[in-house]
């Protein structure tokens, strides 16, 4: 829910406003186009309009003309409509024409027409040689002023009038038209205007009873009405053009805004490359594209070992121009369609491309190689986790997408592998497997069976004996935890200690052992058997506490056990931590009647620095001093020397590991104290023990 929610907040980021402003714009200019041309149509039917109703003016007069003169000849009033100069006939009811003037050109159809100057409704026709100008069916009459300028008009090819097609016998001097600063040109002008201006013909005809008079009526057009026409169109033209410039402009700077926010998003701000949301995002398209199936790929998780450290000696600016100059040699060597992203302080995700798993091993290795070198004064180290993505096929072999392929997951299996070099401090690569799944998976379900487990007492006290080399008594035993689980059988302390150790709970298991410890000692002193000092492990964590000392001492005397019983075993590691608290700790305990040994020594590097300065009892030496070869005696040198300084101090010693009659025989020579080891005995169960110490 979490990754969708982020994934929807980013589209929204991402997401490209400026179709918006687009579809806004084009709205407006195609409504200004339209407003345009309806208000040239407008002034054009304005024109036709008010000159037509003129025209029906005239016509009506020869009507009343005609209805006068009643009394006269019917020729005689036809010379008085003729002398009116207009092309004209009289239809009777029945539509045949009594009577012609002049040539007739109207067509055989006609439209009721309403002239909104007269505010009459007029039946007109179209001229069928100059059809300009005809009725619709809205009763409006209109003009074809397109075809009607492309036809009669000449403009030169700078869109400058020049006069019409039919001039007469005239001469027209068009550069004094165009060009006109004077007086006598604007007179010129007016004389020229009464040249080029077109008279477009319509029939109109007015009723006269049982008679309908149809005569040629003319829209005449002037050159100045032509201008204002241009003129109004070539101002409502640079509008439209102006606005389309807004437009073009405002998607231009809407995707230069919305580039610069998705690499605001996208760039990392140390190296000024890509950063973990790029690669992300632009990873996830990739792979999941059908195009790319068929490929393997490879995502690593590269960490710069230490980085927080260089940042600390030398300072953060030098370590920042130090990541720069990882980044650009990543860059340099990766290939096209693969991806390198700065992701935090010290890691990078690279995804590369690979066909050969050997090929693969031998670049990235290739490319720490030269990671390690790249400071001439600095030795760097760089520990690389790689998740393989395979080519997935279904049953019949048919290659499958990986249409739901999560990044993240996919980026966590590589940190899970670049994990497992956690503390070491050398460059290594490693792999993500099913192993290191299975590996977590036991993690994860022993962090969650722990505290059942304890609750359950599925946890079992064994015990490992210690005898003295000279006499084979047994003199000590060291309590070591196992797990027998109802699900999973018997669980060695390794497999479950680590993980206590990481995630706090060995706390929880130190309280256990050292009751449990205390309860069976108590239990065996009421048996009447002669006990031993059991030595039971106390976890470091441990240490942090200030009444650690009182905690332990609280525990036993509960069981009634008596404090020389129990040993207390430290590990040598825990001496790193605060020393004035570990002195402090082992001086109360000691106080308190209990025996303090360090077990693993010679495990360690300041061995020699711990003994000058903690009071303890008892010296482990560790199993690794009688492990390998022995040829030129030196373990047995060392190991002579640390009883002698042992003894020294008044410490006692117990030698761990030991598994050969040999190596008994020299530390009995060299007066150790115990030998604990398979030799003599492997840590067993309580009841087994009880019968050794029976024995």
Request: net charge negative; glycine share 6%; proline share 2%.
């Amino acid at each position: 829910m979490a990754k969708e929610k982020k994934e929807k907040n980013f589209r929204k980021i991402k997401r490209n406003n400026s179709w918006i402003s687009i579809l806004f714009f084009t709205l407006a200019i195609g409504l200004l186009t339209v407003l345009v041309l309806a208000f040239v149509e407008f002034l054009f039917s304005y024109a036709v309009d008010s000159k037509a109703s003129g025209q029906y003016e005239s016509i009506k007069y020869m009507a009343r003309l005609y209805d006068s003169n009643a009394n006269i000849e019917e020729t005689e009033k036809y010379k008085l409509l003729n002398e009116e100069g207009r092309e004209y006939f009289i239809i009777d009811n029945n539509g045949e024409v009594i009577y012609s003037y002049g040539k007739n050109t109207c067509s055989d159809i006609g439209k009721t027409v309403y002239l909104g100057i007269s505010d009459e409704n007029v039946v007109a026709y179209k001229d069928t040689e100059i059809g300009y100008v005809y009725p619709t069916n809205n009763h409006a009459l209109y003009l074809d002023y397109k075809s009607f300028i492309k036809n009669e008009f000449k403009i030169d090819e700078d869109g400058v009038f020049i006069g019409t097609r039919d001039e007469g016998d005239r001469t027209i001097d068009y550069d004094r038209i165009n060009n006109l600063d004077n007086l006598d040109d604007m007179e010129y002008a007016s004389e020229i205007n009464d040249i080029v201006s077109n008279k477009l013909p319509v029939w109109l005809s007015v009723d006269m009873g049982d008679k309908t008079l149809i005569a040629k009526a003319y829209i005449t057009l002037s050159a100045n009405d032509l201008g204002l026409f241009m003129i109004m169109g070539i101002v409502m033209s640079f509008i439209v053009i102006i606005l389309f410039i807004i437009v073009v402009s405002n998607v231009i700077s809407g995707f230069v805004r919305q580039r610069r926010i998705t690499n605001f998003f996208f760039t990392d701000h140390v190296t000024k490359s890509h950063n973990w949301m790029w690669f992300k995002t632009k990873g996830e398209q990739f792979l999941r594209r059908g195009s790319t199936a068929k490929n393997k790929y490879a995502i690593i998780n590269l960490v710069f070992v230490k980085y927080r450290t260089f940042c600390l000696c030398h300072s953060i600016e030098e370590g920042e121009d130090v990541l720069r100059k990882v980044n650009d040699l990543i860059l340099s060597k990766l290939e096209k369609k693969e991806m390198c992203a700065h992701v935090t302080n010290s890691n990078f995700a690279l995804l590369l491309h690979y066909t050969d798993a050997d090929d693969l091993d031998a670049s990235i290795k290739a490319l720490i190689t030269e990671l390690e070198q790249i400071d001439t004064e600095h030795k760097f180290a760089f520990q690389a986790g790689i998740n393989k993505l395979d080519v997935k096929k279904d049953e019949n072999g048919k290659i499958l997408k990986r249409k739901d392929l999560d990044i993240d997951k996919e980026y966590n299996n590589a940190c899970a592998a670049r994990a497992t070099f956690e503390g070491s401090e050398d460059s290594g690569v490693a792999y993500f497997d099913n192993k290191l799944v299975e590996e977590q998976k036991w993690i994860d379900m022993v962090q969650e069976k722990q505290q059942q487990a304890l609750d359950n007492e599925e946890f079992q006290v064994y015990y490992q004996p210690k005898y003295d080399p000279r006499t084979n008594e047994l003199r000590g035993a060291e309590a070591l935890i196992r797990w027998q689980s109802p699900e999973y059988g018997f669980v060695s302390p390794g497999r479950i200690i680590p993980i206590f150790e990481k995630n706090g709970f060995i706390t929880e298991i130190d309280h256990y052992m050292i009751q449990h410890v205390a309860k069976d000692q108590k239990a065996w002193l009421d048996k009447g058997l002669k006990c031993v000092p059991v030595s039971v492990n106390v976890s470091r964590a441990h240490f942090i506490e200030s009444d650690l000392a009182e905690q332990i001492r609280d525990m036993i005397d509960k069981e009634g056990t008596p404090h020389n019983l129990i040993e207390i075993e430290l590990t040598e590691s825990a001496f790193f931590d605060d020393k004035n608290a570990m002195i402090n700790t082992i001086e109360k305990l000691k106080s308190y009647g209990f025996a303090v040994s360090m077990d693993d020594f010679g495990s360690g590097y300041s061995s020699l620095n711990s003994l000058k300065d903690m009071p303890l009892d008892v010296l482990k030496l560790d199993a690794e001093f009688f492990r390998g070869d022995n040829d030129n005696n030196r373990g047995e040198i060392v190991v002579t020397e640390a009883i002698k300084l042992a003894k020294s101090l008044n410490m006692r010693t117990v030698a761990e590991g030991v598994e050969i009659k040999e190596q008994v025989d020299f530390l009995a020579e060299q007066g150790c104290d115990m030998i604990q080891g398979y030799y003599f005995a492997k840590p067993m169960p309580k009841d087994e023990y009880e019968q050794r110490m029976s024995n």
